[in-house]
């Protein structure tokens, strides 16, 4: 009924410490994880992004980011583009604040 001290005493060295390794693993399992489930997708969209603003010529109807949308009547060199909203009415606007093209322009043949 009663189980004396020298039983229940684990034998010795055989309840080794893991090495260091092993205790680090689940560690480098969430980096991994997180790498391809949340750093990758964002660097991808962040460099597509990129390459559509640098893409946005004369005549593209854009959306910014305020949910404006407009034609771009002149894109200049200073990273910034106007964008007509209506009828005369033109604004400046950062291309980082552009959303989404919405219709592309194709390019001048010749």
Avoid: C, W
Wanted: charged share 20%; aromatic share 6%.
């Amino acid at each position: 009924m009663f189980v004396t001290p020298a039983f229940a005493q684990a034998a010795p060295g055989a309840a080794a410490a893991p090495s260091a390794f092993l205790q680090l693993m689940p560690l480098i399992l969430i980096f991994f994880i997180m790498y391809f489930l949340l750093i990758r997708p964002q660097q991808k969209r962040a460099k597509e992004h990129a390459a559509m603003i640098e893409a946005v010529r004369r005549g593209d109807q854009v959306v910014t980011q305020g949910g404006i949308i407009g034609k771009v009547t002149k894109v200049m060199d200073d990273g910034q583009v106007e964008v007509e909203i209506a009828d005369g009415v033109k604004v400046k606007v950062v291309k980082r604040t552009l959303a989404n093209i919405l219709n592309k322009t194709e390019p001048a043949q010749g």
